[in-house]
Every structure is written in C-alpha cells, then in structure tokens.
Nanobody, 124 residues
Framework: QVQLVESGGGLVQAGGSLRLSCAAS????????VGWFRQAPGKEREFVAG????????YYADFVKGRFTISRDNAKNTVYLQMNSLKPEDTAVYYC?????????????????WGQGTQVTVSS
C-alpha cells in the first residue's frame, strides 16, 4: 500500500475555490485508483470523486458535478481535487484514498490506503 498525505484545505468564503492535493509515496502510484471522500461533523463519510489510472476515467457525486474536478499527475504521484463554487455545506474533512484494484470507486471499503484528512471550511 501507499502512504497518502492531503493538503490544500483551509477557510474560504462561499463561492470561492480551493485545490486539494493528495501526495503518495511509492513508485507505482500510477497503477492505483484514487477517491476523495468527505466527512462533516455528525455525518457519515461520503464519496466525492474518484479517478482511474488516468484522467479519462473520472466519477463524481451528484452534489459536486460541475463544481469539482478530480485529476492526477502520475509523474508527481499526486491527485488533485479542484473545488469551485464552494458552498457552506461543502464544509468537512476531506480524505483521499487509494487502492491498486479498480472496484466500485464510490465505496469507501474499496480502498486500502487512506490519508489523514484536510479540513475545508466554507463560510457563508
């Protein structure tokens, strides 16, 4: 498994943007599928976006379609989540997850490696 470190979270006003990064250790990260999940206080962890081995295979939760974009730079062992038009309800801890097996990207139990999370707070 790989070690994952998220960064890029912070405080932003509604309508603003943030770009989260998920940096991975290991030379084989290009063969891992990656997902972004989030968890707000008192709520269950939910799927946000997922990406296959390249930018051609991306998946999004309905509530972020058109606002968030997931991408990857395999040369940098990094996956990004560009978040635009942020809303207060996007406030949560955001986690990236990775796995070498491509299964249901929207399911948290499809991933064996998880980062520690980064806080995103959107003020109204």
């Amino acid at each position: 498994q790989v070690q994952l470190v998220e960064s890029g979270g912070g405080l932003v006003q509604a309508g603003g943007s943030l770009r989260l990064s998920c940096a991975a250790s290991g030379r084989t990260f290009s063969s891992y599928v990656v997902g972004w999940f989030r968890q707000a206080p008192g709520k269950e962890r939910e799927f946000v976006a997922g990406i296959g081995w390249d930018d051609d295979s991306t998946y999004y939760a309905d509530f972020v379609k058109g606002r968030f974009t997931i991408s990857r730079d395999n040369a940098k062992n990094t996956v990004y989540l560009q978040m635009n038009s942020l809303k207060p309800e996007d406030t949560a801890v955001y986690y990236c997850a990775a796995d070498p097996i491509w299964r249901n990207l929207w399911r948290a139990n499809s991933y064996g490696s998880w980062g520690q999370g980064t806080q995103v707070t959107v003020s109204s």
